[in-house]
């Protein structure tokens, strides 16, 4: 811990924050939210120096340790203290504000324990009325809202897939081209009898730029088409 004499005249308070879940984002389709501990921390009597950090987010060092600290570790006692008398419960989905509802609305519903869209779309129809005349109306709406960022979620899921695939494939017929090779036909016997090296030392004697990528097939076209270029007997003599 943080010795005493570092922390005095310093004030810590603790509070909740929803934070967005950004890997909860991603696999639902839809902003998934999580009530985080959060610490303000104030120089005592001077209200610019206010400090806000996530509780668990080592910030100050510690010399007796030798490493960063966070706040619920220099201030243990308040942390639990605040832990245990929270008089709400973490929030972990969707805020009721992503159905475009005023912060009014979102207010009034909080009051009666939903935070969420997934608590909306989950009341029962017997409380559903506490929501007011509209809460049948609301409560379908969070409905539909989930199936569809469910269905975005998986439409992203396979374009994802899809785009890696399409990148796999075309990386895959680049290497297929350069290694796509013309069928010979009607080769000169003294072609065929040729070793690749012999065939690539006869181009480059022509003077033909012989890619290094050419497979067995493409030097034997190459020097078919150089001899029928050059004459048989020319050919026959290489």
Known sequence: MI????????????????????A????????????????????VG????????????????????????????????????????LDEEAVVGTPVAALGITAARAEEMRRVGVRTVEDLANISGSHVRSLGMDGDNLRQRA????????EAGVAADLREKLAALEARVAGMSGVVEAEAEPEPSDLPPAIERMTDGALRAMLEAAGV???????????QKRAADLQRGRGATGAEAA
Request: overall charge positive; some cysteine; hydrophobic content about 45%.
């Open 143 to 150: 409905k539909d809202f989930l199936a569809a960022a469910a």
């Open 209 to 219: 730029v012989v890619d290094g990528r050419w497979g067995r097939s493409t030097l």
């Open 24 to 43: 909860a984002t991603r696999a639902e389709g839809r902003p998934i939210v999580r009530s985080v501990p959060f610490a303000r921390i104030q120089q």
């Open 3 to 22: 010795p005493e004499r570092d922390i005095a005249g310093v004030r810590c308070g603790f509070f909740m924050r929803e934070v967005e879940d950004k």
């Open 46 to 85: 001077d209200n610019k120096s206010i400090f806000v950090v996530r509780a668990d987010e080592a910030y100050q060092l510690d010399r007796e340790l030798g490493r960063l600290v966070s706040a619920r570790e220099i201030w243990p006692r308040e942390f639990d203290a605040f832990m245990a008398n």
